[in-house]
């Protein structure tokens, strides 16, 4: 089982910078990780998502966040990060962190992002 803790989560005004991270509960060297948000009234949607293909990580974004949003993970550390740049208040949401192990979905349990206008 893999457990998930979300943190860097604030209230940033529009134009600013936030870093998320989610720290796994073991190695997460092998999964695929991401970083999915829900705004209040929508569904959960996918952010960000990395895979490490050997020595090489692959990351796919919502068109909503590209060049803006970059998602990074530290195998070592067992830990993921969203380094999220030029909020919009449109980026406000729950974030949730990700991970697929074995053919189950693991999620942490959020961390709030509000951005002002």
């Known amino acids: 089982q893999v457990q998930l803790v979300e943190s860097g989560g604030g209230l940033v005004q529009a134009g600013g910078s936030l870093r998320l991270s989610c720290a796994a509960s073991?190695?997460?060297?092998?999964?695929?990780m991401g970083w999915y948000r829900q705004a209040p009234g929508k569904q959960r949607e996918l952010v960000a998502r990395?895979?490490?293909?050997?020595?090489?990580?692959?990351?796919n974004y919502a068109d909503s966040v590209k060049g803006r949003f970059t998602i990074s993970r530290d195998n070592a550390k067992n830990t993921v990060y969203l380094q999220m740049n030029s909020l919009k208040p449109e980026d406000t949401a729950v974030y949730y962190c990700?991970?697929?192990?074995?053919?189950?979905?693991?999620w942490g349990k959020g961390t709030l992002v509000t951005v002002s206008s």
């Open positions: 073991g190695s997460i060297f092998s999964m695929p």
């Open positions: 990395i895979v490490t293909g050997g020595s090489t990580n692959y990351a």
């Open positions: 990700n991970a697929l192990w074995e053919g189950i979905n693991y």
